[in-house]
């Protein structure tokens, strides 16, 4: 969202255009730039009017926001914030729109609203114009996750048998391909000894109707076009790692919602996958079924949802505010470089790229770690920070607890956490007899790598020096180490 002060900053017609505030306007491909309906009042008090007829006839090329959160003097009282003046109403439910969320970053060069953001917990989405600028010309590059590579369709051969059964399906399929080539479509790929193995292709529409039904999604689509796996790699669980990588790359394009088409006859185990991470049916596309689903909260309901519903329907995205338990979790460096390859040894090493190196629990988005921790304080929904013992000690891995289990049935566990743990049947029954009791298991979503890793001697100073075994940390324990990983 763009304060009055920053449209006037790149609107004002006595005033150069810079070239990075071109630029930022170019990129409405990742961002969605709002205003609040307040600020047409707060345009109508600008007391230059030859600006203030110009602004007012160019704010109308920005988005509105149609949905708001309901603002009145007990709310700002309760956030510390003055609401004396006409600007500051304005100013505060600006704001609000960021403390909820409404929207993802604010955008202002007022210096107060800086400081109640600061007062708010939300000076991270508080943003100068020219802090965005810079932040923007930086983020939109997703990261790319071990053994999967970020190109473009013209890195691609349309005669690759990998493509043979989608020409059967698709006739024109190859001039498509091309079409997409030329245009330089970017597309995640894994390849193994020079052969395509699995692709998702990206298509960034915007908003649209996106089925046979008039389906309309709220704010920006990004399409995963042509998301397939090759058989040869079924069982490796691969799908799961590009569809996160494609979850990675939406959420850099600023996507509210993804999806995809499909024929379910052809392929029912992608529709089973994309089902157990928050995808829903919709209606049809050309005979293709379209299965899709948001990744942020963009609409009314999703602000009542439950941390675990939040995190299942929302995925990547989960709730983090202080009424969601926070735990730091004390993991081995060998399981650390199997459940997490993409900050391991190995991923840096010459055989990154190769997907049969890497174990199935290394792949997936739901993993398992199990303990003889006697902790029963970890709910569903509950952040858990990996932190990896003995030799870096360090934080970097976050997820999001879905399931817990105590049991000393080694058969049930099995069932819970085949292909997503490091242990096999034997390690199980092992750690059973040694534990003298159940072992906790504990079924979790990787949600998110911090951009840095937080060392123990930081996490000293946030008075989280002993880390033998699971430990609740406070809200503000974990905002440090967020704050302390970027």
């Not at 110009?54 to 109308?60: Q, T």
């Not at 932040?135 to 051969?157: F, H, I, Q, W, Y």
Request: aromatic share 10%; glycine share 4%; with cysteine.
């Amino acid at each position: 969202m763009l304060d009055t002060n920053a449209l006037i900053a790149i609107e004002d017609p006595n005033a150069v255009l810079l070239e990075k505030y071109t630029e930022m306007l170019k990129r409405t491909n990742d961002f969605a730039f709002y205003i609040h309906p307040m600020q047409f009042e707060d345009i109508k008090r600008d007391k230059d009017e030859r600006r203030k007829q110009i602004l007012s006839s160019r704010v109308k090329r920005y988005r509105v926001l149609e949905s708001t959160p309901h603002c009145d003097a007990a709310y700002f009282d309760g956030l510390g914030w003055t609401h004396g003046s006409e600007n500051d109403v304005v100013d505060n439910n600006l704001l609000a729109c960021v403390v909820n969320p409404y929207v993802d970053y604010l955008v202002t060069d007022d210096r107060r609203m800086h400081r109640k953001a600061s007062q708010a917990g939300v000076e991270e989405s508080v943003y100068t114009l020219d802090e965005f600028c810079e932040m923007a010309d930086n983020s939109l590059k997703p990261p790319s996750l071990a053994c999967v590579r970020n190109g473009t369709c013209s890195e691609l051969d349309p005669d690759d048998a990998f493509f043979d059964s989608l020409r059967t399906d698709y006739p024109d399929f190859n001039s498509w391909l091309e079409r997409r080539s030329r245009e330089q479509r970017e597309c995640s790929f894994i390849k193994e000894d020079g052969e395509l193995r699995a692709l998702c292709i990206y298509k960034h529409e915007g908003k649209r109707i996106i089925d046979d039904c008039g389906f309309e999604p709220e704010g920006d689509i990004v399409k995963f076009c042509t998301f397939k796996v090759d058989a040869k790699l079924q069982g490796s669980k691969i799908g799961e790692r590009l569809f996160h990588q494609a979850f990675l790359v939406a959420a850099a394009w600023g996507a509210s919602y993804v999806y995809f088409t499909v024929r379910e006859d052809k392929q029912p185990q992608l529709v089973e996958l994309a089902l157990d991470f928050g995808f829903e049916k919709k209606g049809h596309y050309k005979g293709d079924r379209v299965i899709g689903k948001y990744i942020r909260p963009v609409l009314p309901e999703h602000l009542a949802l439950e941390k675990l519903e939040y995190e299942q329907t929302l995925y990547p995205s989960y709730r983090d505010d202080v009424t969601v338990n926070k735990f730091l979790v004390p993991i081995q460096p060998h399981y650390h470089e199997l459940l997490f390859p993409d900050i391991a040894a190995f991923s840096q090493g010459l055989f990154r790229d190769m997907p049969t190196m890497y174990e199935p629990e290394s792949n997936t988005i739901r993993k398992a770690y199990l303990c003889k921790a006697p902790t029963n304080q970890i709910e569903p929904g509950d952040i858990l920070l990996f932190y990896r013992s003995e030799d870096r000690q360090e934080v970097q891995a976050i997820g999001v607890a879905v399931g817990i289990l105590r049991s000393n049935d080694v058969d049930l566990i099995l069932s819970k956490v085949r292909n997503r743990s490091v242990y096999r049947e034997a390690q199980i029954a092992s750690m059973m007899a040694g534990s003298g009791g159940r072992l906790l298991t504990i079924c979790f979503d990787l949600v998110r790598y911090l951009d840095s890793p937080v060392s123990l001697e930081k996490m000293k100073a946030m008075d989280l020096a002993v880390l033998r075994t699971i430990r609740r940390i406070t809200d503000e324990q974990y905002r440090l180490i967020l704050e302390a990983g970027q």
